[in-house]
């Protein structure tokens, strides 16, 4: 076997001349925290401006809720609201290896089994079949759509500022609060407009599609957030 020849003096100065050089060429991003929420808080504006739009043109007994005076209407808002910050700062936490936070990823689940039991509170066992029926038509399902496909477009571009700016080691679980983080707002905004009160409809159609999104995120995160 041929022995592979010692780099001499001068190839060991030109190596770190070479890479003394390209250091001093990078470029200097911004900090990744405020790439993040600069995405995050554009997403957020996104999901207003066409969940307005949504309901511009209709008249307002159609998408304005009857409990907007209600302790639960608001607290579930609150919970919603608070889940998408939460979801939002641990898939931030955990651009940085080492940085991940596990209370605040269990605060999160914490948040969200109050919110799914807070609209179990209001189900009625005796109406199960009827309002399962009545849900399953798909002009019941607007809401789920827009929390869903509008979820899709805004945590694309989390997506892209984690990859640019982050080094994700739990690619599927950081991925997966990123997605959580818009799936929460859009269902915020949707709690904030829609007609249907009932605990099928909130369930089948606020909560599910948010958690879907979440979990698609989750099993696509190798593929999303590869760097």
């Not at 770190?16 to 405020?34: H, M, N, Q, V």
């Not at 009160?197 to 957030?225: N, T």
Request: hydrophobic share 55%; net charge positive.
């Amino acid at each position: 076997m041929t022995p592979v020849p010692e780099p001499t003096e001068r190839q060991t100065e030109h190596l770190i001349d070479r890479l003394t050089a390209d250091f001093s060429r990078a470029k200097t991003f911004p900090e990744p925290f405020g790439i993040l929420w600069a995405a995050w808080t554009l997403g957020v504006f996104v999901l207003a401006c066409l969940t307005v739009v949504s309901v511009h043109y209709l008249p307002a007994y159609l998408h304005l809720p009857t409990d907007l005076g209600r302790f639960w209407f608001w607290f579930e808002n609150v919970l919603w609201l608070s889940i998408g910050l939460l979801s939002a700062t641990v898939a931030y936490r955990s651009m940085t290896p080492g940085q991940a936070s596990s209370r605040l990823a269990n605060i999160t689940y914490g948040l969200l089994c109050v919110l799914l039991f807070s609209i179990l509170l209001r189900w009625r066992p005796s109406a199960f079949a009827g309002e399962l029926d009545g849900e399953m038509h798909w002009l019941q399902g607007p809401c789920g759509f827009f929390i869903f496909l509008v979820g899709i477009l805004c945590s694309v571009g989390l997506f892209m500022v984690i990859r640019w700016r982050g080094a994700p080691v739990r690619l599927r679980w950081t991925s997966a609060w990123a997605a959580m983080s818009m799936g929460a707002i859009g269902a915020t905004l949707m709690h904030l407009v829609c007609l249907h009160e009932s605990s099928m409809h909130l369930i089948l159609w606020h909560f599910a599609p948010a958690v879907l999104l979440s979990l698609i995120s989750f099993g696509f995160g190798r593929f999303l957030l590869r760097w």
